[in-house]
């Protein structure tokens, strides 16, 4: 009995070590290398289990073709034995092929032995090595980088909300919510504004057509949130739907001004006469101008 309270008392006084964790919320880099290993578990779980089974059918092969091996040669053959300490049972043949790819032992002693019953197992064995070394484990470096790079994404974009919010609310004086022009354009120059227009790669010159391009619904008022989701957008990349609804604006536009030329015409293609008065008041116009202009440049001093 004394000696299990003292094996709970070790357990309890090793429990200490979890106050490390506290530490992870004080150190932002820490932070995010934590939570960039649990964002990418349930990814490298599925890569771990596909290089398992990838493992166990190439050891189903080995073990077969050894054991085949084995009952032709004589019990104190030195390859035997290293053939059965390697690829003896299915056991030994997933540690042999997990160790020939994580370094746990060279391939070239796991390989001897092979090589004496013919090319084909040599050649298969072979392969195994390549697209696990050349495939697999890049596929679970690409796992924990496209993990990375949205870890950092979403921190970015949460920082950039952040410094809109405070943004918007050192230029809100009034404290209503809303951000006219005529405040916009009194802070524009302010430090942290400014601080803000570099983050999103904004010339302070461009700050006034930031407000227009943030006031879709033409209100002439700026909310926080249409402030803050209006600068997440600008950060983010144009995607397809942002490019479909421009195109789809353009093409609006167009129509509306063929609508107007087409009208515009109907009106001027009423008279024939209309229409040539029209096109001689515009030439005589022009000529005129000419003419004005030959007698200003007569007029310079030389």
């Given at each position: 009995l004394?000696?299990?309270?003292?094996?709970?008392?070790?357990?309890?006084?090793?429990?200490?070590?979890f106050?490390l964790?506290?530490?992870?919320?004080?150190?932002?880099?820490?932070?995010?290398?934590?939570y960039?290993?649990?964002?990418s578990?349930g990814?490298?779980?599925w890569t771990?289990?596909?290089m398992l089974?990838?493992m166990?059918?190439?050891?189903?092969?080995?073990t077969?073709?050894?054991s085949t091996?084995?009952?032709?040669?004589?019990q104190?053959?030195k390859?035997?034995?290293r053939?059965?300490?390697?690829?003896?049972?299915?056991?030994?043949?997933i540690?042999?092929?997990?160790?020939?790819?994580?370094?746990?032992?060279?391939?070239r002693?796991?390989?001897?032995?092979l090589?004496?019953?013919?090319?084909?197992?040599?050649?298969?064995?072979y392969f195994y090595?390549?697209?696990?070394?050349m495939?697999?484990?890049?596929?679970?470096?690409g796992?924990?980088?496209?993990?990375?790079?949205r870890?950092?994404k979403?921190?970015a974009?949460?920082?950039l909300?952040?410094?809109?919010?405070?943004?918007?609310?050192?230029?809100?004086?009034?404290l209503?919510?809303?951000?006219?022009f005529?405040?916009f354009c009194?802070?524009?120059?302010?430090d942290?504004?400014?601080g803000?227009?570099?983050a999103?790669?904004?010339?302070?010159?461009q700050?006034k057509?930031?407000?227009?391009?943030?006031d879709r619904?033409?209100?002439?008022?700026?909310?926080m949130?249409e402030?803050a989701?209006?600068?997440?957008?600008f950060?983010?990349?144009?995607?397809?739907?942002?490019t479909s609804?421009?195109?789809l604006?353009v093409?609006?536009?167009?129509d509306m001004?063929?609508?107007q030329f087409e009208?515009?015409?109907?009106?001027?293609g009423?008279?024939?006469?209309?229409?040539?008065?029209t096109?001689?008041t515009?030439?005589m116009?022009?000529?005129a101008?000419?003419d004005?202009g030959?007698?200003?440049?007569r007029?310079?001093?030389?």
């Amino acid at each position: 009995l004394a000696d299990a309270l003292v094996d709970i008392l070790k357990l309890l006084r090793m429990c200490r070590i979890f106050r490390l964790v506290r530490m992870v919320r004080l150190i932002p880099s820490l932070k995010s290398t934590v939570y960039l290993i649990a964002a990418s578990l349930g990814s490298f779980g599925w890569t771990a289990l596909l290089m398992l089974l990838l493992m166990y059918g190439f050891a189903l092969f080995f073990t077969d073709q050894v054991s085949t091996y084995l009952k032709a040669m004589p019990q104190d053959d030195k390859d035997a034995d290293r053939m059965r300490n390697h690829w003896g049972n299915l056991g030994d043949s997933i540690k042999s092929l997990f160790m020939a790819i994580t370094g746990g032992d060279d391939w070239r002693n796991l390989i001897q032995g092979l090589d004496q019953h013919g090319p084909f197992s040599p050649i298969v064995f072979y392969f195994y090595v390549t697209f696990n070394t050349m495939v697999m484990l890049n596929l679970v470096t690409g796992v924990f980088v496209e993990g990375a790079q949205r870890i950092l994404k979403q921190d970015a974009d949460e920082e950039l909300v952040a410094s809109a919010v405070r943004c918007f609310l050192s230029m809100d004086e009034d404290l209503d919510g809303g951000l006219s022009f005529q405040e916009f354009c009194e802070h524009c120059q302010d430090d942290f504004f400014l601080g803000f227009c570099k983050a999103l790669d904004i010339l302070p010159e461009q700050a006034k057509e930031l407000f227009l391009l943030l006031d879709r619904d033409r209100s002439g008022e700026l909310s926080m949130i249409e402030f803050a989701q209006g600068c997440l957008r600008f950060r983010a990349p144009a995607r397809a739907l942002d490019t479909s609804s421009v195109v789809l604006q353009v093409q609006e536009v167009m129509d509306m001004c063929r609508s107007q030329f087409e009208k515009l015409n109907k009106k001027l293609g009423i008279d024939h006469y209309i229409e040539n008065s029209t096109r001689h008041t515009v030439l005589m116009g022009s000529y005129a101008a000419c003419d004005t202009g030959r007698s200003s440049l007569r007029a310079l001093p030389t």
